[in-house]
């Protein structure tokens, strides 16, 4: 099974304070020995837009870690995430929520795995679980 890598996992391997750290890293080794790890290209994006990684740095990490980068985007997907995206704004303006707003890339990311018939690791699993009720969702 191929798991596809959301951007918080990253964050969080990457900042040595992080509390979620140690966790991130064995969710990782987990995932990649059941099948290998994957990104989508808004994932990648996410990761190079820190002012301090550069697209070098970001490119030279996934290749020696193994992760491959999906840069496709069917018609199929970006349908997905539009309605994924949909039902959030419509709960969203329902519940009149006060928890800080998503953006579109999250909906895509989720959208990506759940086409792609990958499972997705995150450290946010609530809102994947919720827009994409048949996606495998996986946690640290």
Known sequence: MITAVDTNVFIALWDD???LNIRAQNALD???AKGGLVISG???VELVAAPERSIATVETFLYDT???IDWRSS???WRTTGKAFQGYIRRRR???QMEPRRLVTDFFIGAHAL???HALLTLDNRIFKTAFPTLQVLSS
């Open 17 to 19: 304070s992080d509390s």
């Open 30 to 32: 987990r995932a990649y």
């Open 42 to 44: 808004a994932v990648f």
């Open 66 to 68: 193994g992760i491959e």
């Open 75 to 77: 018609e199929r997907i």
């Open 94 to 96: 329902k519940q009149r």
């Open 115 to 117: 086409e792609n018939k």
